[in-house]
């Protein structure tokens, strides 16, 4: 039985990057992809990319906060992306791409405007511009987006952007990593 599932939304760039990053920690449940923080109801992969709905690319990231605590959630986020850019993640631009932090309750927004506020000290000529909003709704990505990673380990997006990535969870966080037999 599952104690203390919670889920919260993040984008960070690429929700293929991100959902790489979070579906290989220890005590995250589920991590679906997904839009996010726009207007258009229901969008698809071509209008979010054509910059038509205001939604941005996300993930859904459920947790069992007695296995991992959100605040190493949060650090995993900011750690894995530039907060300071706007509408960008290395080749990636538009506002699909932004950094923003959908919140389901005011316990979680209270956490990440207190975790936002001490990361800024460490940036002393750049602003973090990460959007922290309430969450209205989230549509998951189509299914061709949905564990992209794991599906297309081999292909050169997949190697040059994302593997980096898990080779940095590796190096620095292997601690909180799923257990493989």
Request: hydrophobic share 35%; glycine share 6%; charged share 30%.
């Amino acid at each position: 039985m599952k104690n203390k599932l919670a889920e919260i939304v993040f984008g960070g760039g690429c929700f293929w990057c991100t959902e790489a990053v979070f579906d290989a920690l220890h005590g995250v449940e589920d991590v679906v992809s997904g839009y996010a923080g726009g207007h258009v109801e229901n969008p698809s992969y071509m209008e979010v990319a054509a910059k038509q709905t205001g939604h941005a690319e996300v993930i859904k990231v459920v947790f069992d906060s007695e296995v991992i605590p959100f605040e190493k959630l949060l650090e995993i986020f900011f750690a894995f992306h530039d907060p300071t850019t706007l509408n960008r993640q290395g080749y990636d631009e538009g506002p699909e791409y932004r950094s923003i932090i959908l919140y389901n309750s005011a316990e979680q927004k209270s956490e990440i405007d207190k975790y936002i506020l001490e990361l800024g000290k460490q940036f002393t000529d750049k602003k973090i511009v990460t959007e922290v909003v309430e969450l209205d709704k989230f549509y998951p990505a189509e299914e061709y987006h949905q564990k992209f990673y794991q599906k297309n380990t081999g292909q050169p997006y997949c190697q040059i952007n994302i593997a980096p990535k898990l080779e940095k969870l590796r190096k620095h966080y292997s601690e909180l990593l799923k257990k493989t037999d």
